[in-house]
C-alpha cells in the first residue's frame, strides 16, 4: 500500500490529489505456465471510487504474457463487474521479461501503457469512460501479484517477481509504502485487490534499494509440491476487488476470465 505523504527519493512527500501519473518496472516472474490465472497488476483509486488496473497476465494454454486491463466502476456492486479495456493484447512477453505499466492523466483522460522493456513493444489507449480527473487520497493499492491458482507447483520455479521502481509523476517512491497481505486493523486502504490471505510459500522482501521482491518459499522441494489449498477467509468491512499489492499473493473466488 501506498498512502498519502510518502516519501520520494528527492525528499517530497505524495500529494495523491495532485498525482497524474503512476508508472512501475517489473521483472515478471519466471513462470510459463499455470493453471488459473496469474497476473502482474497495477491499480488506481479516482475521487469517485471507481478503479483502474492494467496488467501483464499469464493464463492457461499459454507460454507467453499478454496485457489485460479493467475498469471497475463500483466496488460495492456484487457481483463484481468489471469492463475491459485490454483483453489478450500485445505486447507478447516472455517469462522473466522486463515490463514498464503506466496508468496517467492526458488532456484530462486516464490512459494506459504497458510496454516490455526488452523487445519495446508497447501498447497504450484511453479508459473510455467517465473517469473522474483526480485520484482519491489514501491508502492506495499500487501494485499486486495476483493469482486464481492453489497449486503451489505453478510457482516452484518462479524465481523472483521484482518491482525494481515505483514512480509518481516521475518521482521515485523511496518510504512509506507498507506489505497489506491479511487483515490489519492498523492501517486503512482504500481498497484491497483480493482480500484474502497469501499462502505459505510465497514471501516478500526488500533489498536496501527499496526494491521489492516476491519468491517461492522452498518448504517442499518441487519434487514433492502437491496442490495446496489454502483456507479461504475473505477480509471483510473493506472493499475488495481481486488481487494483493504492494505485498504479496492472494486467491480469490471470482476468477476474471477473458472474453
Known sequence: MVPENSQFADGGRLSWENATAVNVVIRLPNMSFTDSPTLAVESVMVTDGAILQVAAGLYPNSTIWLAYGWYIRNLQAYPQTYDWVLNSSKPEMAAASWVSLSIYLSSGHWRYRIEDLSTHDAMSGEYAFDVAPALKVGDQEVFALESYSTSNVVFA???????????????????????????????????????????????????????????????????????????????????????????????????????
Open 157 to 259: 520455479h518462479m524465481g523472483k517477481l521484482i518491482l525494481k521502481t515505483l514512480d509518481i509523476d516521475g518521482r521515485k517512491v523511496s518510504g512509506g509504502w507498507y506489505p497489506y497481505g491479511s487483515w490489519d486493523t492498523s492501517h486503512k486502504p482504500l481498497f484491497v485487490v483480493g482480500g484474502l490471505n497469501p499462502p505459505s510459500y510465497i514471501s516478500l522482501g526488500e533489498s536496501e534499494n527499496t526494491t521489492l521482491k516476491w519468491s517461492y518459499q522452498e518448504w517442499a522441494s518441487p519434487a514433492q509440491a502437491t496442490l495446496h489449498n489454502p483456507v479461504l477467509t475473505p477480509i471483510v468491512a473493506v472493499p475488495a476487488i481481486v488481487a494483493l499489492g504492494v505485498t504479496a499473493l492472494v486467491f480469490t473466488i471470482k476468477k476474471r476470465m477473458k472474453r
